[in-house]
């Protein structure tokens, strides 16, 4: 058995009943195929990682779960079991499941996971296009919040773009201009802690 995490059990215990099942069978099944599998959090979802690297996840969403690799588009795939395209798709690797019945045989499930043990083995990498985005315009509002704390404004401009980026797109986006306030608020004090959006998760 690899290193078990109280969160994962939270994150199961908090999952819709259908979910629950899944997810506690995914769980046994990858410390099964890879006893050296240690589990954490990341971006609000199990995680299982293989000598420091992530192997594979999990999720559960209000309707369906997911399952996914991290190497999925490297992965060998002799039983057509994987969805290929977007590895960040809320689909995962294995498509929507909704039971127990949509996943794979479990022999075959352990066999891709040993699989993708393998790749990290051997160093193996995702193959990523690099995306250059360019920097989104500061709205007035937020770039008069910045204005009126000094700190937070010289905070947010040494963050990289991506960071800076993030920020504006969460606050802008917000379609009540109640939830945009509240959102520019907390923007504005977890940068003038030196936070990134997502610092829960790093």
Known sequence: MGIL???????????????KPILETIREIVHQACPKVEEKIKWSFPHFDYNGKMLCH??????????????NNRLDD????????????AMGSLGKIQSIKDLPNKKILIK????????????VKLNR?????????????????????????S???????SHRNEYIHWVAEAKMESTRIKRLEKAIKQIEEGKKINWKYE
Not at 155 to 161: A, M, N, V, Y
């Open 129 to 153: 296009k690099k995306v250059i985005k360019s920097e989104l315009a500061i709205p007035d509002f937020f770039a008069k919040a910045l204005t009126e704390n000094q700190k937070a404004k």
């Open 78 to 89: 002799p039983d057509n079991i994987l969805q290929k395209g977007n590895e960040k798709s």
């Open 112 to 123: 891709y996971i040993r699989q993708a043990m393998n790749l990290s083995d051997e160093g």
């Open 155 to 161: 905070i947010f401009e040494t963050f990289s773009k």
């Open 58 to 71: 999990m999720a559960a969403f209000k309707n369906h779960c997911a399952f996914g690799f991290w190497l």
């Open 5 to 19: 995490n109280a969160k994962v059990d939270e994150y199961i215990a908090a999952s819709e009943n259908f979910a």
